[in-house]
């Protein structure tokens, strides 16, 4: 189906706009969070005015003609497109380049800034560029923001469950 | 957020079921297809029944109270899922085993044969195993079913573009 676009974004005020995009939803988001707005608003979420390379992943428009795998899952290009991003994820990652993925901006402003025609979605402004460091550990969880579930609370056997696991299920 | 779950079949009966409701939305799709229906069900789309490992990958219930990076994009957890399935893909892929991601049943119906919650939606059949050999190029492409667009039709530069392409523009 190959539903994926990519803008790379280059042109300086394009950015500032993309950026300007992510702040106004920043403070939306830590609104919409209530008590834990201060700590949310303390997180860096953004690279959008560092990062070497800036990407807009986007849905194409007219996906509706395309039935084959998708009758009764129709965001199954949502799910194309997430594999295609992740692939680039996995290669910069390989390349020594940090990449992150904001989802932190209003898809209607954004298609509107990139000139989008009707119908295509964006899904993702990506940073990609060199790094300091890599995080030891997940950000959020080095903030004490969320912690990593283990994978026996998300891999089940045979029928879902929340309490057992493959390693606990003996056939 | 970890909003995915995997469901491990090993359960032949369960197997058979999972193999009936793809059969049954294969139907419909071809029919759905119209004038292409012979050309459909010729290809072979499911491993569902002779695969070394089944599994169910699928969203979890209760994913509302995530707020963060989903206010305006709340599929962000088809992506989060997506990306998890494509690195088992790649992983697979690394150890020599194939894998197909079947979408093609009826999601509530497979929820209910899992026993899986109100709120939960499963999004993918994986089959995993060894494989004869790995196709040389995709196998709707091999079939004639579709082509490979190439990338220059994909990838624009600062705003989207039917015609350019960042390889022919020119800063």
Redesign the interface.
């Known amino acids: 189906?190959?539903p994926?676009?990519?803008?790379?974004?280059?042109?300086l005020a394009?950015r500032r706009q993309i950026h300007d995009l992510v702040e106004d939803?920043r403070l939306?988001?830590a609104t919409?969070?209530g008590k834990r707005d201060d700590e949310?608003l303390s997180l860096k979420v953004q690279g959008v005015l560092d990062c070497g390379e800036l990407l807009v992943a986007?849905l194409c428009e007219a996906r509706e003609q395309y039935?084959?795998?998708?009758?009764?899952?129709p965001?199954?290009d949502?799910?194309?497109v997430?594999?295609a991003?992740?692939?680039l994820?996995?290669a910069a990652r390989a390349e020594g380049l940090g990449m992150g993925w904001v989802?932190?901006?209003?898809?209607v402003a954004l298609a509107r800034a990139?000139?989008?025609?009707e119908g295509?979605v964006p899904?993702?402004v990506l940073c990609i560029g060199h790094v300091e460091a890599f995080y030891p550990a997940p950000m959020l969880e080095l903030t004490g923001?969320?912690r990593?579930?283990p994978l026996d609370q998300?891999?089940?056997?045979?029928?879902?469950s929340t309490t057992k696991s493959?390693e606990g299920t003996h056939?």
Chains 1, 2 share one sequence.
């Open positions: 189906m190959q994926w676009r990519f803008v790379r974004v280059t042109d394009l939803e939306r988001t919409a969070l949310f986007a039935v084959f795998g998708r009758r009764t899952l965001e199954m949502l799910a194309s997430s594999c991003i992740q692939n994820w996995l989802s932190i901006f209003d898809p990139l000139s989008m025609p295509s899904v993702a923001w969320a990593v579930r998300l891999v089940f056997h045979n029928q879902w493959v056939e």
